[in-house]
């Protein structure tokens, strides 16, 4: 290979782009957190709460990485909330039935992933909106967590499942030596550690493999796509599908969080999950959009209600600031991406 | 032995076509098209608008299966089910709306669909290294494989295309209307490129109205006109007036009704307007109860020289006057105001609302004179100040409630114009009026205009369909790349003048 040493606008200027789409999500935390850390001083500065805080993240954050794949083919999906009840559900109503914790995990994370593959079949299929395809799921996978919990909480010994919530994780399990020297800062709920690896893995599934590459290509520009050869609504499906597991996924968390299974939780989380990934950079029409942003987006959100909660401000003072930061992010975004011309 | 030798010698043509036809319904696209294009040669295709040239660019990209006729690639007969075997044989399109990623980088964009994975991830060395290649052969440094597409202009998207086609290792390149989003600049390195394609041994099919370019950067032609090969040959032995000749070939007696027109005062005058889009000099003064024709082939900038006037488009320079005084910042509202109104060139999405009904449709820009005391605007008011526009303009409707969704292509577009008039416009910017017309409607067209006209209205009319504008104008002017050409009496142009001037020939 040659060198690249012309002054081109190579790599070099790729990373240096990336780094600025998401210097906005990151510069609204800092300014989140420094208003926080002035007007709410009991605490909200300190390593607990920060551990709290990432708790917090995770149930929005996991979805978000199935929903950056989603908005960054130029989809959308509403069904997350639903997913994640009906998830919860579906675990629960495992364990009680005397299954272990892990074929349990996995029956939760196979019924968001068929809610997924549900709105990918639609979509593909019937050449349906996925507005409309999702919003029907919302409805439809809500009614059979419902039908499933018999319209109740379903209680359950949760076991371990409990501990990936848990700040004060039961360190046991650890071997000896890594138990002991362990630093404080680093007991971090297991979710918060399952979040962090699932959006590893999935930063590096949408930047080095090929359907990373046919996503962004879909949502980027869906025509052109399918002229070069992308099987677009195989790609489609997988993305719904994926999405949906990671909803799942999302949904046994909640389930540990809460020990039980609760068909009414996590009402309109979709919108939470939406609004992170678009804090975090993505636009709606596709083609754009990072697990970083997305998780950096999570945890803004996440920050906001713990730090209002701590200062005492009302929630409906939260939920107007949320709506004014999705506003504002989208607008800034905007205006950046008018002035390169995509 | 001998024929061996000299079938060696006489190396069969790179792309072949004979006797191609196709027909659409009842219309015939192609009636019998033959071309011969050799290997390294850049070989333009020339032809007026609805010549045929798309048609016969479909068939050699596999979109479109011809109805009868034959195709040769280097010899072997070519008859590509679909556009990707099309690909597989070597030919490659480049459209001129570019197929590319704009999220995406060059590389990935030239690989697209086409990746090496190993368990999913992208092995993108090989393609790397080659994609390097391609653009050194090029000699583009503009960019590299990491750029992302959009961060390029248009003349490096196009070089991203053909750096796709080659690393396709495609033979036949076709490039439709290649330089009509170039600057000059960009115009001058595709030559460059286009060259270097040609001394590898690619065959290039150049399609394009500008004959000017067609003579830098041609070696040979083919002439369509009417769905049918009408001449050939060299371009350097080839005069432009020859080419224009053989292009518009025929002169069709058209109905063009015509009463006696005074135009009166300059109604509308503009000086020196620039745009954003694209329009880069237009000057003109259209003058009351007269027909003022703009001709110009598609690209040449006259649909967005109206937008540009007509504050849709971000104006740059020039001074507008209407009936003597100046009108700054122009806005469409403000325009409608004043009395000026604009047809656009997009009938389905721009000129009417193609669902609802047809009194809507008319009284939509007037519909605040229409309200009532309590300022209601009820249906019974809509269909009452519509009513007289359907025997007016001969609309066939049964009633002005039927949706304009109904109606077909010439009766949508006198609803538009009853839109305007009924808002009360004197002043008329229509763009390619009777485009997607049938005959019958269109002479209905012309006779309204005409009509107007004796009324005194001012009306502009934009057209690529020269017979129509040599018929129905007064004055004509002619616009290209950009730039408006001085407005003459009709009587002064023919149709070899005014395709030299579209086509930036020299007379």
């Not at chain 1, 939406?274 to 083609?287: E, W």
């Not at chain 1, 942003?293 to 600031?321: H, R």
């Not at chain 2, 011969?36 to 070989?43: I, L, Q, R, Y």
């Not at chain 2, 763009?431 to 502009?460: H, S």
């Amino acid at each position: 290979m040659e060198p690249e040493d012309q002054p081109l606008p190579g790599r070099g200027a790729a990373r240096a782009r990336q780094i600025a789409d998401l210097v906005g999500p990151f510069l609204g935390l800092i300014v989140v957190v420094a208003l926080f850390g002035v007007v709410a001083p009991e605490g909200f500065l300190s390593v607990f709460n920060a551990k709290t805080i990432a708790t917090q993240t995770v149930i929005v954050g996991l979805a978000a990485i199935g929903a950056t794949f989603i908005i960054r083919s130029g989809g959308i999906d509403l069904s997350v909330g639903s997913a994640i009840a009906l998830a919860s559900v579906v675990t629960a109503l495992s364990m009680k039935a005397g299954h272990g914790e892990l074929p349990s995990a996995l029956l939760g994370v196979l019924a968001g992933a068929a809610v997924g593959a549900v709105n990918g079949g639609l979509v593909t299929l019937l050449k349906l909106p996925p507005f409309i395809v999702t919003l029907g799921t919302l409805g439809a996978a809500r009614g059979a967590a419902k039908w499933l919990g018999d319209e109740q909480k379903v209680d359950a010994p949760s076991g371990w499942l409990k501990q990936f919530m848990s700040k004060n994780p039961d360190l046991s399990v650890l071997p000896g030596f890594i138990r002991e020297n362990v630093p404080d800062w680093l007991v971090l709920a297991p979710g918060v550690w399952l979040m962090g690896l699932s959006a590893l893995a999935a930063a590096f599934l949408l930047r080095r493999t090929v359907f990373g590459t046919w996503t962004t290509a879909i949502g980027s520009n869906e025509p052109t796509a399918r002229l070069c050869g992308v099987p677009v609504e195989r790609t489609k499906f997988a993305i719904y599908v994926f999405a949906g597991a990671m909803a799942g996924l999302a949904g046994v968390l909640q389930f540990g969080r809460l020990t039980v299974g609760d068909p009414t939780t996590a009402m309109g989380k979709e919108l939470d999950v939406i609004a992170a990934v678009v804090i975090g950079g993505a636009s709606l029409s596709g083609g754009t959009g990072t697990i970083l942003g997305a998780m950096i987006g999570a945890f803004l959100m996440a920050t906001l209600a713990n730090g209002c909660n701590l200062s005492g401000v009302p929630n409906f003072v939260q939920e107007i600031l949320v709506g004014g930061i999705i506003v504002g992010a989208v607008t800034l975004d905007g205006i950046r991406h008018g002035r390169r011309g995509v | 032995m001998e024929t061996g030798a000299v079938l060696r010698r006489r190396r069969p043509p790179r792309l072949q076509i004979k006797g191609v036809t196709k027909r659409f319904g009842g219309v015939h696209a192609l009636r019998g098209v033959d071309l011969e294009a050799d290997v390294g040669e850049v070989h333009a295709l020339l032809g007026e608008n609805g010549a045929g040239k798309s048609t016969l660019m479909k068939i050699v990209a596999g979109a479109l299966a011809p109805d009868s006729g034959d195709l040769w690639i280097d010899g072997a007969p070519f008859a590509p089910a679909s556009p990707r075997e099309a690909r597989e044989r070597g030919v490659a399109m480049i459209y001129q709306e570019l197929n590319l990623c704009p999220h995406l980088s060059v590389l990935e964009n030239v690989t697209l669909g086409r990746e090496t994975s190993r368990l999913g991830v992208k092995r993108l060395d090989a393609p790397r290294v080659r994609l390097g290649q391609v653009l050194r052969d090029l000699d583009v440094s503009s960019f590299t494989g990491d750029t992302l597409v959009s961060e390029l202009g248009p003349g490096d998207r196009q070089l991203v295309e053909i750096a796709r086609a080659l690393c396709l290792d495609a033979t036949i390149i076709v490039f439709d209307e290649p330089t009509s989003s170039l600057s000059a600049p960009d115009v001058d390195r595709l030559f460059r490129v286009t060259r270097r394609l040609i001394e590898s041994g690619v065959t290039v099919l150049w399609i394009s109205h500008f004959l000017d370019e067609v003579k830098a950067i041609g070696n040979r032609f083919t002439v369509l006109r009417d769905g049918e090969t009408v001449g050939r040959g060299e371009v350097p032995e080839t005069s432009t007036d020859e080419m224009v000749t053989t292009m518009a070939g025929r002169s069709v007696a058209e109905a063009y009704p015509r009463s006696s027109r005074s135009p009166g005062e300059v109604a509308l005058s503009v000086q020196g307007l620039a745009g954003a889009s694209g329009p880069r000099e237009a000057s003109f003064e259209l003058r009351s109860g007269e027909i003022l024709g703009v001709f110009g082939l598609v690209g040449a900038g006259r649909t967005e020289m109206l937008r540009s006037l007509y504050g849709l488009d971000p104006m740059t320079a020039g001074q507008i006057e209407l009936r003597g005084s100046a009108v700054r910042r122009p806005r469409p509202r403000r325009w409608v105001e004043l009395g000026v109104g604009l047809l656009s060139e997009d009938r389905a999405r721009e000129g009417v609302a193609l669902d609802l009904s047809i009194a809507e449709n008319i009284t939509l820009s007037s519909v605040r004179r229409l309200a009532n005391r309590v300022g209601a605007v009820t249906r019974q008011a809509k269909e009452a100040a519509a009513e007289p526009w359907r025997g007016r303009l001969s609309l066939r409707a049964g009633s002005t409630r039927q949706p304009v969704r109904d109606l077909s292509g010439g009766n949508q577009q006198k609803v538009a114009l009853a839109r305007l008039l009924e808002c009360g416009v004197d002043i008329l910017l229509l763009d390619e009026p009777t485009r997607g017309i049938d005959v019958g409607a269109r002479v209905e067209v012309y006779r309204l205009l005409d009509q107007l006209a004796a009324q005194g209205k001012a009306i502009l009319m934009v057209s690529s369909h020269l017979p129509e504008l040599l018929g129905t104008c007064d004055r004509i002017a002619v616009m290209h790349r950009g730039v408006l050409g001085p407005a003459r009496p009709r009587d002064d142009w023919t149709e070899d003048a005014a395709l030299v001037a579209a086509t930036g020939g020299t007379r």
